[in-house]
């Protein structure tokens, strides 16, 4: 895909969505940032984004939410003229055992983590369709969903999110094919380390990496750009995680 003149929506623009949003305005790509309560974030990513003079918008919406959804895609397509790029990257972790979670637990997390991404990509179909020129979906999902089993107890909801988030990645390629619209999954490893982290949670972390390190925003850049460029790679689910599924 020719990057110049095209817009794309990231769904989530706190450090990594931000990072991927600089980048695409970098190569001609007009942006939108969706957040929900992060507006600063979102807001210093536009800023960052602007300075490579494309077009950057931030766009407030509750992806928990039907309405959020197509709100946050159809605001996007009209400020930016079009829509040709959809990564799917807003996500809810929180452990919760088991025992002391309910509905809205469960709901707080597979709403946002899946139900999101497949009403995102709905609503930007048409969008797609519209500009003519095919289109590109990115789902994220995670290394451990990617594993084929659940390493860590606690985030039943997430889990099962995250693996769905593979077979709507599975099912939509299959689907936008014939438009043209390739759609592909990341799954992140030890990317950046979450707030609050300890240093040594975070050498725990690394001696279980094969490669002995944190990833950093760049790595899922990386990915992203590859899987827009390709013509070829569509169905597809990349892990990006040092290693680490095969520890």
Not at 12 to 36: E, F, S
Not at 196 to 211: H, K, R
Not at 221 to 235: N, P, Q, R
Request: glycine letters at 10%; one cysteine or more.
């Amino acid at each position: 895909m020719e990057l110049a003149g095209r817009a794309a929506l990231i769904t989530g623009g706190k450090r990594i969505g931000a990072a991927v949003a600089v980048h695409l305005a970098a190569q001609g790509v007009d942006v939108a940032i969706g957040y929900n309560r992060s507006r600063e974030e979102a807001e210093d990513a536009v800023r960052r984004a602007e300075v490579s003079g494309r077009t950057a918008i931030a766009v407030q919406a509750d992806l928990s939410i039907p309405d959020g959804c197509r709100h946050l895609v159809d605001e996007s397509a009209r400020a930016l003229g079009r829509l040709d790029i959809l990564i799917n990257m807003a996500s809810v972790y929180r452990a919760v055992p088991f025992e002391d979670s309910d509905v809205s637990v469960w709901e707080a997390t597979v709403n946002v983590d899946l139900r999101a991404a497949y009403l995102c990509a709905h609503a930007a179909l048409p969008h797609m369709r519209r500009a003519g020129m095919g289109g590109r979906i990115i789902n994220f999902s995670d290394w451990v969903a990617a594993s084929g089993r659940p390493r860590y107890k606690g985030y039943v909801p997430y889990y099962v999110a995250k693996h769905g988030v593979i077979g709507l990645t599975e099912a939509l390629a299959l689907e936008l094919a014939p438009d043209n619209i390739l759609v592909n999954a990341i799954a992140p490893g030890p990317i950046l380390a979450p707030e609050g982290t300890s240093d040594e949670e975070s050498a725990a972390v690394e001696a279980a990496t094969p490669l002995g390190r944190w990833g950093g925003e760049e790595e899922i850049v990386k990915a992203v750009a590859f899987l827009i460029a390709s013509d070829f790679v569509t169905g597809e689910t990349i892990r990006v995680d040092g290693g680490r599924h095969v520890r």
